[in-house]
């Protein structure tokens, strides 16, 4: 079975994570590639970049929710699945993280049930949504991450009013951006202090 593998090179660890994340896979049976300037960051040369996505057989991100979510992208374009391997500060979108993967073979991935996403983007307007999403008319919504079955109404403004914004959702204190679909009590009950729910700056 057939991995392509989309990283996040904008974090500190990337290289050590993802190079035993890529070694374990391929120990546990996987082929795996990579684009070519991330097999020369993370192996230093392009020993994994030997096909491509419309090769494999699924997309795989490793990162966070940014990260992700730029796999979605990729995939959605090649028309493949995708799965994520959390190492960013937030992984709600992901579904293993390292430890996850010592038992992940392509027998087990066979047996996995894919789900279906609706995957929306929104041009003249920094907002990213995955999942299915209805907005209404005549909103007018800015730096937004929109995750879960949200219904947004009729004439909802996000990103002009950041007192308004933040009485009503959860807005990350460094990037300023509006996160929608976790409820907002969730980041204040235990997770106020919790590195992983903190930063949305890098996006995963």
Known sequence: MKLFIRINRRQNDYRSRAEGIIRKLVENGFEVSLFKVDARAVFSSE?????????SDYVVSIGGDGTFLKGGLLAATYDKPVFGVNIGRLGYLCRFDEKSLETLTPEVLTGCPIEEKMLLEVSDS???AINDVVIGKDCRIKRAIIDGHNIIPDGTVIGEDPEADAKNYYVDPKSGLVVMGVPKVFYQSGHDNDEEAQSWDTLG
């Open 126 to 128: 920094e907002l990213l």
């Open 47 to 55: 020993e994994y970049a030997s096909f491509g996505v419309e090769e």
